[in-house]
């Protein structure tokens, strides 16, 4: 979180500096997590690059306060990244605008519990070492569901680790719990019981979450078309992976995509893929970024930003996120 403070600070001064050199170029770089989302297939065969005629810098981050911070500083333009850490920059001040929900969370985010640790319900995690990217929509999850049960965050020792440093820990046996995504919720399910889902969290108490792509206000001002071609994009490959989810298997070339962009095993791709809902386009401009404050996005946002300031992790919450969710990117994308 502090982290984020510090980048926000420095965030003008790093923009101004970029836009100078970056006005007329036909040049992105887009920061990317290990989502599993169906647009890696595009990833893989380059077609946002012919498409677009950009050249595209793709740099992988660890986890979305990783790409908060590149996106303060100006070397990233582009970012995805989850529902809290991006509520968290918007409420620090970054001019950072949702254009396109990647996924709603649902199950692919998760509790684990290592098998022996005596963790058999969420109340168990008291004392106990719980590892999870702060700042993460697992980790925001993470606060709301000991809340649920009356805990306090100083009742768990919570670990701040990106996914990579959660998987060797996991298998040093440095850790009780998780709360984490695919690829790592794969492998910790291995030896590992789960005690809830992002999915139950958001069914008990309304506190959605999900993956989100991002841009600076300032770059997307005059690169508007590629961002609408982006959006035609991702949602042609959301609608081509809900009309074919069978086809999509171990053996496929869009799955393998997905593992090799991802960092997933691709035996563990399918059922991965299948947590998750991506929404359709129309979707999306009606309910999750169209209708203001009342959007799903900007309650979302809302939600999330309200209890970080429960948990002193910022300072105040804005009275109205939908400036920063922006859907005449998807409207254009539809016509």
Known sequence: MNRILSAAASFAAASLAFAGSALAQKEVTIGYQDML?????AQEAKE????TGYKINWKQFGGGGEVIKAMASGQVQVGELGSAPLASGISRGLPLELFWILDDIGDAEALVARNGS???KVEDL????VATPFASTGHFHAMVAIEMVNLKAADVKFLNMRPPEIAAAWDRGDIDAVYI???VLAKVKGNGKVIITSGTITAKTGKATFDAYAVNKDWAKDHQDFIVSLVKIMAAHDQTYRANKAKWTTDSAEIKAVAKWSGAEVKDTP???GLYAYPPIKEQADKWLGGGKDSIAAKAFAATAAFLVEQKQLEKALPDYSIAVNPTYIQRAMK
Request: no cysteine; charged share 25%; hydrophobic share 40%.
């Open 48 to 51: 946002i690059e012919k498409v």
């Open 126 to 129: 008291k004392g106990m070492r």
């Open 271 to 273: 059922a991965g893929m």
């Open 118 to 120: 005596g963790i058999n």
């Open 37 to 41: 989302v169906p647009y890696r297939v």
């Open 181 to 183: 995504w695919d690829p």
